[in-house]
């Protein structure tokens, strides 16, 4: 690893409801280091996209973001705290250092431009150029994205465009300005599966050839399998797990990654072999939230009086590798 | 004031779905041809029905021509000539076929061909609704956009609060009103007409504002000005107060969008995002409702035009109804429709312009 490139500390994002507010992401911290691929995984409503949203800083208020910092080295070799920047500033950071990729490419891009007219926007807002050469720029990303006529797709409507077609054009977009970090939230679970791994492949080869960094966020341990260099696992609001790709496939001692493990969806296998497992029950409302560990009344190695009262802190169960449970050393997949 | 998109069906929706970037402009003729085949059908239905209306008025077309004075010889000898004895089909395919040439014959008040007291009034109306709309959308627009970015906020409460007062605002009442301040008590704007006697500028396409400037005359054009300011701020109320409520309605819902998230995320700046991505795209429903205002103005603007005195097709009618000048009711009744179907023609045909895709899907 060259250094980190982006360093969370103690993010924690609250949104007010009307019984009360919420805390979408409790104290959570990771980093991220140059050129590193981290996957974030989580059942649906764990905080993935408002960990990501909140890096960008794209929370809409009423939403509340905390940090005790989110650092930031830019281009220039600077570290800047993200959340201490003022809007102008964290402009600049957008799209320039930090980019980011939704899952709907269907509604993520605008259906009124074309899009070149959306690629050539965000280069012209980052660098001085012109719109001739920034739309040899778009062109030269469609085309670095296996788009075929790259040339005619900028001028198409996104609605013409089938969805891998689009989720590449919004890759080509968000990587247009070169950024060093690059987020991808679920950018291929809208995909069928042969287009996803077509994705997949592309996004781990421009990695390589940008030099840039990834936050991909998936509900799929298959896909993370696939790309990870290290995965962080949360679970409603908080990391639960964290530790190499490796460390975490090879030994989880998290009750809750070995569900997810179990849920993964395997290619060949048989239809008839019936719906995969799924981790019994369902995600905690994060308004009641359980006592003690929040996974407790879904999880089999559950220890009534030791579970229930005491919220697990992260542990170290090899070196690099946290979880949060208590009963981590009786724990196997 | 939740209101729907206007749903499109028929051929267009198929269009909608079925556009393809290089079928667009072959579809696109195909689709108007459609709309002016529709218009034709919708022509001959008001026709039928304007018919059929004064068919069973009591008394006939030729007493009513004679009036009191019409002795029964008289009375026969016109109705052969008119060629009421013939079956109502016939009479029927008669009066098409002269209205196809613009001739529905005389009016019986003016003497005038009836054709020809429509066309004198329409353009009155038209400049009349376009003043109006023109205010209604430069102020109702904006006003929308402004709520939209403080939800709840002051700025916000005062246009919903104002705006639904404007919904619901009497336009007589209103007109009085505006007519008594400005006109009668402060005697800054005049109180009715189109201009003072001896600024009438030479009719040439009978709007007197572009009439005046055509004419070349500042102080024909000021006066002209000056007499459209009351009708057109008094028609222009409720349009204005619909306009900005959807407005903000719009904008609202188009900023929760992905795609706009993906512009923040682009590093745009706020006024970028809100212009060129909330409300470039919030602009599809807009312009439809402006669009069905223009319509709804164009035949409602009677009110106006009988508090402002104004020679506008609206009164035309009515005095006409009143009079049971038929042939001015019937070429009026045709004439409105016509411009209806047509104003929404052009509105559908702007959603192409705005709206690529055509259609959400
Ligand atoms: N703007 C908001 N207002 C209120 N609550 C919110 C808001 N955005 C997110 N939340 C809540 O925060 C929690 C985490 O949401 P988040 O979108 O981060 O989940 P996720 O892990 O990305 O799930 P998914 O896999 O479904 O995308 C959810 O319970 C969600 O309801
Ligand atoms: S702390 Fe207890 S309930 Fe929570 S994951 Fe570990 S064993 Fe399961
Ligand atoms: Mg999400």
């Given at each position: 690893m060259k250094g980190t490139l982006l360093e969370v500390e103690n993010l924690k994002v609250t949104f007010p409801t009307e019984e009360g507010p919420i805390t979408a992401v409790d104290d959570l911290s990771f980093?991220?280091?140059?050129?590193?691929?981290?996957?974030?995984?989580?059942?649906?409503?764990?905080?993935?996209?408002?960990t990501s949203l909140a890096v960008m800083g794209l929370i809409a208020p009423p939403g509340?973001?905390?940090?005790?910092?989110?650092?930031?080295v830019g281009k220039d070799g600077r570290t800047r705290d993200l959340s201490r920047l003022p809007e102008t500033e964290m402009r600049q950071i957008?799209?320039?250092?930090?980019?980011?990729?939704?899952?709907?490419?269907?509604?993520?891009?605008?259906?009124?431009?074309?899009?070149?007219?959306?690629?050539?926007?965000?280069?012209?807002?980052?660098?001085?150029?012109?719109?001739?050469?920034?739309?040899?720029?778009?062109e030269e990303m469609l085309r670095l994205l296996g788009i075929p006529e790259p040339r005619r797709r900028l001028d198409a409507y996104p609605h013409q465009l089938s969805g891998g077609m689009r989720q590449r054009a919004m890759i080509g977009m968000a990587l247009s300005?070169?950024?060093?970090?690059?987020?991808?939230?679920?950018?291929?679970t809208a995909l069928d599966v042969t287009v996803q791994a077509q994705i997949l492949e592309l996004?781990?080869?421009?990695?390589?050839?940008?030099?840039?960094?990834?936050?991909?966020?998936?509900?799929?341990?298959?896909?993370?399998?696939?790309?990870?260099?290290?995965?962080?696992v949360m679970y409603a609001g908080q990391v639960v797990e964290t530790g190499s790709a490796r460390a975490i496939f090879r030994g989880t001692?998290?009750?809750y990654t070995i569900g997810l493990m179990r849920s993964v969806p395997r290619l060949g296998l048989d239809r008839d072999s019936g719906p995969l497992p799924a981790i019994q029950g369902n995600v905690p409302d994060l308004r009641r939230l359980p006592k003690g560990c929040r996974f407790h009344p879904r999880c089999s190695w559950f220890e009534p009086g030791l579970c229930d009262a005491k919220l697990p802190p992260l542990e170290a169960c090899e070196e690099g590798h946290l979880v949060r449970c208590l009963r981590w050393r009786k724990v196997h997949a | 004031m939740p209101l729907e998109p206007r749903r499109v069906s028929g051929p267009f929706a198929r269009m909608r779905t079925s556009l393809s970037w290089r079928s667009d402009r072959s579809e696109l003729w195909r689709y108007i041809g459609w709309r002016l085949i529709?218009?034709?059908?919708?022509?001959?239905?008001?026709?039928?029905?304007?018919?059929?209306?004064?068919?069973?008025?009591?008394?006939?077309v030729a007493m009513l021509l004679l009036g009191d004075r019409g002795t029964a010889e008289q009375l026969a000898k016109l109705r052969l000539q008119l060629g009421l004895d013939q079956p109502v089909v016939v009479q029927y395919l008669r009066f098409v076929l002269a209205a196809a040439h613009g001739d529905f014959g005389t009016s019986l008040t003016s003497n005038r061909a009836a054709f020809d007291d429509v066309s004198t009034a329409f353009p009155v109306t038209l400049q009349l609704t376009l003043a109006a709309l023109t205010i209604a959308t430069v102020i109702g627009v904006p006003t929308g956009v402004f709520a939209s970015l403080r939800p709840g906020r002051t700025f916000d409460n005062l246009a919903m609060t104002f705006t639904l007062f404007g919904v619901s605002m009497p336009i007589f009442w209103l007109g009085l009103m505006l007519l008594l301040a400005f006109g009668a008590t402060l005697d800054w704007l005049p109180i009715g007409g189109l201009s003072e006697v001896g600024m009438e500028p030479p009719r040439i396409t009978g709007m007197s504002l572009i009439d005046a400037a055509l004419a070349g005359s500042p102080s024909m054009f000021w006066d002209a000005l000056r007499h459209l300011i009351l009708p057109a701020c008094t028609l222009a109320t409720v349009p204005l107060a619909f306009i900005a409520r959807i407005t903000r309605a719009e904008m609202l819902a188009t900023a929760t969008q992905d795609h706009v998230?993906?512009?923040?995320?682009?590093?745009?700046?706020?006024?970028?995002?809100?212009?060129?991505?909330?409300?470039?795209?919030?602009?599809?429903?807009?312009?439809?409702?402006?669009?069905?205002?223009?319509?709804?103005?164009?035949?409602?603007?009677?009110?106006?035009?009988?508090?402002?005195s104004l020679p506008g097709l609206g009164r035309l009618m009515v005095d006409s109804i009143l009079s049971r000048d038929y042939p001015v009711v019937q070429a009026g009744a045709l004439f409105i429709a016509f411009v209806f179907v047509l104003v929404n023609l052009l509105v559908d045909l702007s959603y192409t312009l705005l709206d690529p895709r055509i259609r959400r899907a």
């Amino acid at each position: 690893m060259k250094g980190t490139l982006l360093e969370v500390e103690n993010l924690k994002v609250t949104f007010p409801t009307e019984e009360g507010p919420i805390t979408a992401v409790d104290d959570l911290s990771f980093t991220v280091g140059r050129g590193e691929t981290l996957v974030i995984v989580g059942e649906s409503g764990s905080g993935k996209s408002v960990t990501s949203l909140a890096v960008m800083g794209l929370i809409a208020p009423p939403g509340r973001v905390e940090a005790r910092a989110i650092r930031l080295v830019g281009k220039d070799g600077r570290t800047r705290d993200l959340s201490r920047l003022p809007e102008t500033e964290m402009r600049q950071i957008r799209g320039a250092e930090i980019a980011m990729i939704f899952q709907e490419p269907m509604t993520s891009l605008n259906p009124v431009y074309t899009i070149g007219e959306q690629i050539i926007e965000a280069i012209r807002f980052h660098e001085t150029m012109s719109r001739r050469a920034a739309r040899a720029r778009a062109e030269e990303m469609l085309r670095l994205l296996g788009i075929p006529e790259p040339r005619r797709r900028l001028d198409a409507y996104p609605h013409q465009l089938s969805g891998g077609m689009r989720q590449r054009a919004m890759i080509g977009m968000a990587l247009s300005c070169h950024p060093s970090l690059l987020i991808a939230d679920e950018p291929t679970t809208a995909l069928d599966v042969t287009v996803q791994a077509q994705i997949l492949e592309l996004i781990r080869g421009l990695q390589k050839d940008f030099g840039m960094a990834v936050i991909f966020i998936t509900h799929n341990l298959g896909v993370a399998a696939e790309i990870a260099d290290r995965i962080m696992v949360m679970y409603a609001g908080q990391v639960v797990e964290t530790g190499s790709a490796r460390a975490i496939f090879r030994g989880t001692r998290l009750p809750y990654t070995i569900g997810l493990m179990r849920s993964v969806p395997r290619l060949g296998l048989d239809r008839d072999s019936g719906p995969l497992p799924a981790i019994q029950g369902n995600v905690p409302d994060l308004r009641r939230l359980p006592k003690g560990c929040r996974f407790h009344p879904r999880c089999s190695w559950f220890e009534p009086g030791l579970c229930d009262a005491k919220l697990p802190p992260l542990e170290a169960c090899e070196e690099g590798h946290l979880v949060r449970c208590l009963r981590w050393r009786k724990v196997h997949a | 004031m939740p209101l729907e998109p206007r749903r499109v069906s028929g051929p267009f929706a198929r269009m909608r779905t079925s556009l393809s970037w290089r079928s667009d402009r072959s579809e696109l003729w195909r689709y108007i041809g459609w709309r002016l085949i529709q218009l034709a059908i919708v022509l001959i239905g008001v026709s039928i029905v304007v018919f059929f209306t004064m068919h069973v008025l009591p008394g006939d077309v030729a007493m009513l021509l004679l009036g009191d004075r019409g002795t029964a010889e008289q009375l026969a000898k016109l109705r052969l000539q008119l060629g009421l004895d013939q079956p109502v089909v016939v009479q029927y395919l008669r009066f098409v076929l002269a209205a196809a040439h613009g001739d529905f014959g005389t009016s019986l008040t003016s003497n005038r061909a009836a054709f020809d007291d429509v066309s004198t009034a329409f353009p009155v109306t038209l400049q009349l609704t376009l003043a109006a709309l023109t205010i209604a959308t430069v102020i109702g627009v904006p006003t929308g956009v402004f709520a939209s970015l403080r939800p709840g906020r002051t700025f916000d409460n005062l246009a919903m609060t104002f705006t639904l007062f404007g919904v619901s605002m009497p336009i007589f009442w209103l007109g009085l009103m505006l007519l008594l301040a400005f006109g009668a008590t402060l005697d800054w704007l005049p109180i009715g007409g189109l201009s003072e006697v001896g600024m009438e500028p030479p009719r040439i396409t009978g709007m007197s504002l572009i009439d005046a400037a055509l004419a070349g005359s500042p102080s024909m054009f000021w006066d002209a000005l000056r007499h459209l300011i009351l009708p057109a701020c008094t028609l222009a109320t409720v349009p204005l107060a619909f306009i900005a409520r959807i407005t903000r309605a719009e904008m609202l819902a188009t900023a929760t969008q992905d795609h706009v998230r993906t512009a923040r995320a682009k590093g745009l700046p706020r006024a970028r995002v809100i212009v060129g991505h909330v409300l470039r795209n919030a602009l599809i429903p807009i312009v439809t409702v402006i669009g069905l205002q223009l319509g709804l103005l164009l035949s409602g603007a009677v009110l106006t035009e009988t508090i402002f005195s104004l020679p506008g097709l609206g009164r035309l009618m009515v005095d006409s109804i009143l009079s049971r000048d038929y042939p001015v009711v019937q070429a009026g009744a045709l004439f409105i429709a016509f411009v209806f179907v047509l104003v929404n023609l052009l509105v559908d045909l702007s959603y192409t312009l705005l709206d690529p895709r055509i259609r959400r899907a």
